[in-house]
């Protein structure tokens, strides 16, 4: 199994570009998860997904920031426009949830990261 | 509001020597409560859960977490510590939604 899979590993870009970052979960996985973590603010939740469907959203910072879950394989998180203050290493993970489960009820797989520098 | 408390940034330990990690939560309800362990440049990794049941739990790699709901408490364990736990460790609780503390950098000098 080759785990949660996520591209680029590193994207150093200048304020105002757009950025798109990837994952792809583990196989036979329902669930996905975007995280941030930075120094000041410790990991945070920004959103998940069940069934491909975004069930809780409240973690996006702002408008700036969108995911989408096209397909049981594949998510994005794009920031257009990207700001200095985006800075951080974004964690997808991914796990295996029945119905009406909460999100975390079975262990999170997380990927390597995709470590993020807005100039 | 739910909220988790790592309240030491860094814990040193020699090897061989028990180590505990410490966890305090504040929520309303019947939490979920995990440990989870980063190691330098890697994602999370997950070491264990309390869902219900008993109080003690036993998690990968030698660890172990009692959940103590009057002190609202789930402190990490482990009775002999390896260099190789040297890492960055997570306690996270969910209610509504999962919440991780700070972390806490656990050394350990051989």
């Known amino acids: 199994d080759a785990g949660v899979i996520q591209s680029p590993r590193h994207e150093v870009t200048e304020m105002g570009q757009e950025v798109t970052l990837r994952c792809k979960p583990i196989?036979?996985?329902?669930?996905l998860f975007w995280y941030r973590q930075t120094m000041m603010r410790g990991l945070e939740l920004l959103i998940y997904?069940?069934?491909?469907?975004?069930?809780?959203d409240s973690g996006m910072p702002e408008d700036r920031f969108s995911a989408k879950m096209p397909n049981a394989s594949f998510s994005t998180l794009k920031i257009q426009p990207s700001e200095p203050r985006d800075s951080a290493v974004y964690f997808c993970?991914?796990?295996?949830?029945?119905?009406?489960?909460?999100?975390?009820?079975?262990?999170?797989?997380f990927g390597p990261g995709t470590r993020l520098t807005v100039l | 509001a739910q909220s988790v408390a790592q309240p030491e940034d860094q814990v040193n330990v020699a090897e061989g020597n028990p180590l505990t990690v410490k966890c305090t939560y504040s929520?309303?309800?019947?939490?979920?409560l995990f440990w989870y362990v980063q190691y330098p440049n890697r994602g999370l990794q997950f070491l264990l859960k309390?869902?219900?049941?008993?109080?003690l739990v036993k998690g990968s790699y030698g660890f172990e977490a009692e959940f103590n709901k009057s002190q609202t408490s789930f402190h990490l364990k482990k009775p002999s510590a390896l260099v190789s736990d040297s890492a960055l460790y997570f306690c996270?609780?969910?209610?509504?939604?999962?919440?991780f503390g700070t972390g806490t950098r656990l050394q350990v000098f051989p």
């Open positions: 309390y869902i219900t049941g008993d109080n």
């Open positions: 196989s036979g996985h329902n669930s």
């Open positions: 929520v309303s309800g019947n939490p979920y």
């Open positions: 997904f069940n069934n491909n469907v975004p069930i809780d």
């Open positions: 993970a991914s796990s295996s949830l029945g119905a009406g489960a909460r999100s975390s009820y079975n262990e999170q797989f």
């Open positions: 996270a609780v969910e209610t509504d939604k999962l919440i």
